[in-house]
């Protein structure tokens, strides 16, 4: 009697439980950015209620101490607190990356002085110095956003350092050094593409870190100006009305769920390409 052996259903690499769930959160929001003004029938600075009215049918998350919809509000908040994070995580990667190879691929004093910076940098809490430097712009999302980026471009330094480091002691980059290749086209064609996927992981998994310290900025009137909806500054109004708790309900479960898709997408990322789990 022969037996048949059993098959096992293999799933594809990419097919991960995080980075599927992660793609469908930031999709939601990434919807909600386009079809706000469709999905609830208020506009966000429109008083369309009576103050600080309960969650009820005409409006699913309540009112506001303005007479405000919550849910319309949570929903807008999307196209100020998704942009300012992807603009802040583009420019920190671009400057930071840039900076980066540079010092880890010329080395000597150009390597002393940009590490020297970043080490400067560093030494300060990502959150105080946002909070010092957005103070000395202004609020603003505006002023915020550079205030950010101030904060971020350091860890892509370091980071892209380290892996052009890595990458250029490998033996392809030797061979193309030997065979007369410029310094430029080494390190753009030979280095740099080797480098960037521990980049893209990080900067994915910090837009989620992004939209909290942008909400955090808010919240103390470093951010967002009243009477923008922005998540941050929403929390804001809804801890000084303690029993209105439906106020801050919607905002943070939108920093929650965003800053978890963000989070899901970089450790499914990071699981795709980290050759240990293959």
């Not at 950015?33 to 008083?47: E, Q, S, Y």
């Not at 202004?138 to 990458?167: C, D, F, H, K, S």
């Not at 430029?184 to 994915?204: D, F, M």
Request: net charge neutral; proline share 7%.
């Amino acid at each position: 009697m022969t037996t048949i052996p059993a098959t096992r259903l293999t799933l594809p690499r990419w097919l991960n439980l995080p980075l599927v769930l992660g793609f469908f959160l930031v999709l939601f929001w990434l919807a909600a950015t386009i079809a706000a003004p469709w999905m609830t029938g208020h506009a966000p600075l429109d008083m369309v209620g009576r103050r600080l009215q309960p969650p009820s049918w005409d409006h699913l998350l309540g009112t506001d101490a303005l007479g405000r919809d919550v849910l319309s509000r949570t929903l807008h908040g999307a196209r100020h607190s998704i942009p300012i994070a992807v603009t802040v995580v583009a420019f920190a990667v671009t400057i930071g990356a840039c900076l980066g190879a540079l010092a880890g691929f010329v080395g000597g004093i150009v390597d002393t002085v940009i590490m020297r910076l970043v080490d400067v940098t560093l030494s300060f809490p990502p959150m105080l110095l946002a909070m010092a430097v957005a103070a000395s712009l202004g609020p603003g999302l505006e002023n915020a956003a550079i205030a950010m980026v101030a904060v971020w471009w350091p860890i892509y330094a370091r980071l892209m350092r380290a892996q052009v480091l890595e990458v250029r002691e490998r033996e392809h980059v030797e061979a193309a050094i030997a065979s007369g290749a410029t310094q430029t086209r080494v390190l753009t064609r030979h280095v740099l593409p080797l480098c960037w996927t521990p980049v893209l992981i990080s900067a994915t998994m910090d837009l989620g870190q992004v939209i909290l310290l942008a909400a955090s900025l808010s919240f103390i009137g470093l951010g967002a100006t009243p009477p923008t909806p922005e998540w941050g500054s929403m929390i804001a109004d809804g801890a000084s009305q303690f029993y209105s708790w439906w106020v801050a309900l919607g905002p943070g479960l939108a920093i929650l769920t965003i800053v978890l898709g963000f989070n899901f997408i970089g450790d499914g990322l990071h699981d795709y390409f980290d050759p240990r789990s293959k």
